[in-house]
């Protein structure tokens, strides 16, 4: 294995991961202090706006693969939510293994709110984009995150 020296490293700042780090922790340092004042966490507000609109609610699976959390952390989270008053748990069916998830009215009036906190704050980063590079980092970043998702999920557990 050839071992790189100094003077053939690249310097820090030419690492993608680097920069993609970087921006990621800014704007979520910004995001997580707005939403310690509401008492919620970033996978809260997640699990929060997956549910809102959700119709007849959706499962504890759904919320597992989605925000890529285990199951227990996915059940304390909920928990959380449900004794804050935000969401509620329904049987499908009768059935406890088939529960579905739901916004109270409580939680309902708060998604639209934080929404646009996160709206303000993606604005804040990326306003000075264009349109057409704004929609090409998302499908950049969609496109990673599907290619590598069953990567992530399988080291995960």
Same mark, same amino acid.
């Given at each position: *294995?050839?071992?790189?020296?100094?003077?053939?490293?690249?310097?820090?700042?030419?690492?993608?991961?680097?920069?993609? @780090?970087?921006?990621?922790?800014? !704007?979520?340092? @910004? %995001?997580?202090?707005?939403?310690? &004042?509401?008492?919620?966490?970033?996978?809260?507000? *997640?699990?929060?706006?997956? *549910? %809102?609109?959700?119709?007849?609610? !959706?499962?504890?699976?759904?919320?597992?693969?989605?925000?890529? *959390?285990?199951?227990?952390? !996915? +059940?304390? /989270?909920?928990?959380?939510?449900?004794?804050?008053? /935000?969401?509620?748990?329904? +049987?499908?069916?009768?059935?406890? #293994?088939? &529960? #579905?998830?739901?916004?109270?009215?409580?939680?309902?009036?708060?998604?639209?709110? /934080?929404?646009?906190?996160?709206?303000? !704050?993606?604005?804040? %980063?990326?306003?000075?984009?264009? +349109?057409?590079?704004?929609?090409?980092?998302?499908?950049?970043?969609? &496109? /990673? +995150?599907?290619?590598? &998702? %069953?990567?992530?999920?399988?080291? #995960? @557990?």
């Amino acid at each position: *294995m050839l071992r790189q020296t100094h003077a053939t490293l690249p310097d820090l700042g030419d690492h993608l991961c680097y920069w993609l @780090r970087y921006v990621a922790d800014n !704007i979520s340092h @910004r %995001f997580h202090r707005k939403l310690k &004042q509401r008492n919620l966490t970033e996978a809260e507000w *997640m699990a929060l706006r997956l *549910m %809102f609109g959700a119709g007849p609610g !959706i499962t504890h699976f759904c919320l597992i693969r989605s925000l890529c *959390m285990p199951r227990s952390a !996915i +059940s304390k /989270l909920v928990s959380r939510l449900e004794a804050r008053g /935000l969401v509620r748990r329904r +049987s499908a069916d009768g059935e406890i #293994r088939a &529960q #579905r998830l739901s916004l109270t009215a409580q939680g309902e009036a708060l998604v639209p709110e /934080l929404a646009a906190v996160a709206e303000s !704050i993606e604005d804040y %980063f990326f306003l000075h984009l264009t +349109s057409s590079a704004r929609a090409g980092l998302i499908a950049t970043l969609r &496109q /990673l +995150s599907y290619y590598h &998702q %069953f990567e992530f999920r399988t080291q #995960r @557990r």
